[in-house]
Structures are given as C-alpha cells and as structure tokens.
C-alpha cells in the first residue's frame, strides 16, 4: 500500500522520509465506480410505433374507403412523396401532387383531407411506396401519421393505374 523510505543525506546531519502511495487499488475503486454508474444509468428505451399487418392468407373483408375518406400518399426515389385522394378513373397527373418532408406540410395535408372526410370516423391513410423509396422516407411518413393522431392507416402495393401516372411525373 503506501510505503515510507527513509534516506540519508550525505553528511548524515538530516534523515529525508519519501513517501510513496500504491495507485493499484485505487484503478481496482475507479472500475467499480464506472461498473456500479453503468448498472444503475437509465438507459432511453426506443420509441416504437406498433404497426399491424394482416395475415397471410384472404384479404379480410370490409367496408371500401371511399376516395374523399382517405388520402394516399406515394412514396417515390430521391426523397419524393406524392398524393391524391383519386380513384381509378380520376386519377390523372394534375391530381397527383407533390410534397416533401420538410416542416409540418405531410401532417397538414392528412389534417385538411380529415376535415372534408365525409364520414370523419372510417378516415384512411393510404401509404404506397414504390420499389424505388427508401426506408427512412418509409418511418417518416409514418411518423407524420403519429403526430397527426391519425389510427386508421394502411401500407399496401402501388396500383398499376397509379403506377402510370407517376412514371409520367417522375420522367
């Protein structure tokens, strides 16, 4: 532990004591402490977003959403989300409209669709990525989906007839 050496000086008049402390144990405390803070640091724990998929097997049978009940949001390559509240017929490259992710604009958009639902309460979601989106565009519509308090969403293939009309944007 600590030791005491005692020296002569040269001339024998004055004995010098040099005292000299061990650190070893002191390490040994310092990994303790940092062991003991580790073990009792509340870690964040992640935020997850429950997201329930049907499934597998026969599509389950419901009530068809009507087109001015919902909004559909494309998600498209280099950062790129279009949507639409169209139907087959309707749906044509000036009903398709483009936004970004930038601010508040996507939680906007389902808001004002959500107030000129006629049936408030049977309000959809409609998110559609494309083979060409990205997963991180992929979480953050939804969640622009969780801010906007939204619980009816689903997640489901692009149309071929949407399809269409978003090649013709995109090009």
Known sequence: MAEVIAQEKQGGKQ?????????????????????????????????????????????????VVDQRNQVTFILGKDNRVFYHQSNETDLNSENLKETDFSGVKIS????????????????TVIVKPTDDANYKNFVDILDNIAISKKERYGI????????????ELTQ
């Open 15 to 63: 004995k010098k004591k040099l005292i000299r402390v061990d650190m070893t144990p002191m390490v040994d405390l310092g990994f303790l402490l940092i062991t003991f803070f580790m073990f009792t640091t509340n870690f964040t724990k992640p935020n997850v977003m429950d997201l329930g998929l049907p499934a597998k097997g026969t599509p389950p049978s419901g009530p």
């Open 108 to 123: 906007k958009i389902i808001s004002e669709a959500y107030k000129k639902a006629p049936v408030p309460e049977n309000f």
């Open 156 to 167: 489901t293939d692009i149309k071929p007839w949407e399809e269409k009309v978003y090649t």
